[in-house]
């Protein structure tokens, strides 16, 4: 390994709080640096980053040291070529466009709906606590089958994983805490699929003509966490940050409604909620004048690559008319790509119309400032608002 930048480059915890302005210095000087902090390569320029997603010979999920697979084991997400695609048909065929409009549009307004209502009187709330979790829990535990299993359970459990990947990331070890909620949530899988609910994903999956075992589908289940819960919750929290944060923006979308499917865009690329995917190098490769040697880690930063300024113009600004906001690459890109997406985006517009038709004056707590924060999961902390006089 070979790189030509100091012991100035940004460490984790520079990254964990606010990456965008070391991401911008490393995509100029390097757009494939090597980051000691982060044990490989950092890739923040959007073209590599395409590469490098796109190409699964040369830069493959499938390594021990993947931090998923070290936390659940093999998975959809840390396998490649015939294995990968016998892990993620089973579960990603319920969630095709059509599919999943007609499964769970009604569902996930009604949920909001309720959601909403109930903490309308109170006249302020924590969006991520009162709204963005509880609606992905509930729709993932619908998806899953999950009957019996309280939201409260099902979000510790991801939380537990969601703590062991991001310190595992960070070059630490993973607390003991993933270990038990791995346990309670193969108990869970195991109950949902004997008790085969109609719907649940659980159960097709087992059943499935891919014939993965008991402990491959509570491997995938815990995956469909992070990608439909805890990116999901984030997804919501960033969106209604940016526009909350953005008045004009809001106001533009209070005008138009239509602009609410544009304004999510424009959030998931400025901030995605997953804001980094690994990869490990198969064989010598140049790389944006990199040279990456076999078995490297090469990282590749989404949140670099939302922001890379030969694509979107001004990256740093929040434009709900952003003619190209949709090629972000939050929902990441090639054989990995996020194939719950639609589902996520169902969620966060039914979400934030939810809030704008329901809470007059929903605006920003001032008391209670917020943004963004996390390495791999980013989402601030927690989101105050207050709405009416």
């Not at 509880?134 to 009957?147: M, Q, R």
């Not at 109609?198 to 059943?207: D, H, K, V, W, Y």
């Not at 990995?336 to 119309?353: D, M, N, P, Y």
Request: aromatic share 6%.
């Amino acid at each position: 390994m070979t790189s030509d930048l100091t012991s100035a480059d940004p460490t984790a915890a520079d990254l964990e709080d606010d990456p965008h302005p070391h991401l911008a210095r490393l995509r100029e000087r390097a757009p494939a640096a090597l980051l000691p902090g982060l044990g490989g390569w950092l890739v923040t320029s959007r073209d590599l980053a395409l590469r490098v997603m796109r190409d699964a010979d040369a830069f493959t999920v499938d390594d021990p040291r993947f931090s998923t697979a070290q936390v659940v084991g093999p998975s959809m997400l840390s396998l490649d070529g015939p294995a990968h695609t016998r892990h993620r048909d089973p579960f990603a065929r319920p969630f095709r466009p059509a599919r999943t409009r007609e499964r769970f549009t009604a569902f996930v307004e009604a949920e909001a709906a309720r959601l909403v209502d109930g903490f309308a009187p109170a006249g302020r709330a924590e969006l991520r606590g009162d709204l963005a979790g509880p609606l992905a829990v509930a729709a993932v535990t619908e998806a899953l089958g999950l009957d019996g299993v309280d939201a409260a359970t099902v979000r510790s459990w991801y939380g537990a994983f969601v703590d062991a990947v991001s310190a595992i990331t960070a070059c630490g070890t993973a607390p003991p805490g993933a270990g038990e909620a791995y346990e309670l949530l193969t108990a869970a899988v195991e109950e949902a699929i004997t008790a085969s609910h109609p719907g649940s994903l659980l159960a097709e999956a087992a059943r499935d003509e891919a014939r993965l075992t008991t402990p491959e589908v509570v491997a995938n289940s815990a995956i469909l966490m992070f990608g439909g819960i805890d990116t999901t919750e984030g997804m919501i929290a960033n969106a209604a940050l940016h526009l909350l944060g953005h008045p004009d923006q809001l106001r533009l979308v209070l005008d138009d409604p239509d602009l609410l499917p544009a304004a999510v865009e424009e959030s998931l690329r400025l901030e995605p909620a997953a804001s980094v995917v690994d990869r490990y190098a198969t064989r010598d490769v140049a790389l944006g004048g990199a040279e990456i040697r076999a078995g490297d880690l090469v990282r590749v930063s989404i949140a670099g690559a939302n922001r890379d300024p030969a694509v979107f113009p001004d990256p740093d600004r929040f434009d709900v008319r952003r003619h190209n906001a949709d090629d972000h690459l939050a929902f990441a890109h090639g054989p990995h790509f996020c194939f719950g997406s639609h589902l996520a985006r169902l969620e966060t517009r039914t979400a934030l119309a939810a809030l704008l038709d329901r809470l007059p004056g929903l605006r920003l707590d001032p008391d209670r400032p917020a943004r963004p924060h996390g390495l791999v999961f980013r989402k601030p902390p927690r989101l105050d608002v207050r709405w009416g006089r």
